[in-house]
Nanobody, 121 residues
Framework: QVQLVESGGGLVQAGGSLTLSCAAS?????????MGWYRQAPGKQRELVAT???????MSVDAVKGRFTIARDNDKNTVSIEMNNLKPEDTAVYYC??????????????WGQGTQVTVSS
């Protein structure tokens, strides 16, 4: 079992910034191929925000390009996303995601508990 623990959500005014962080941990040895962030706004489906693989290749949606920056520390099994110039439409619960490989489970998708980001206009 792998745990993903997020931190850093909150309330911010439009144009402001927030940084979300996520740390992965487990009692057993594991490898994380892809880490990233998804978000879910009220009444909408969960959507991709940005992901980064172990080599640093990044995928992100057009809506956040130029405003959000994802980064990863492979040694610490952490991923963060710096969110600048936030807009009210960025309001959502943000979920940390990890595609994790262990000897016993193979590749499994794990999710954090979610952290609320609210952007006021």
């Amino acid at each position: 079992q792998v745990q993903l623990v997020e931190s850093g959500g909150g309330l911010v005014q439009a144009g402001g910034s927030l940084t979300l962080s996520c740390a992965a941990s487990s009692r057993t040895w594991f490898v994380i191929n892809i880490m990233g962030w998804y978000r879910q706004a009220p009444g909408k489906q969960r959507e991709l925000v940005a992901t980064i693989d172990s080599r640093g290749s990044i995928m992100s949606v057009d809506a956040v390009k130029g405003r959000f920056t994802i980064a990863r520390d492979n040694d610490k099994n952490t991923v963060s996303i710096e969110m600048n110039n936030l807009k009210p439409e960025d309001t959502a619960v943000y979920y940390c995601y990890g595609n994790v490989w262990t000897r016993t489970t193979g590749s499994v998708a794990y999710w954090g508990q979610g952290t609320q980001v609210t952007v006021s206009s």
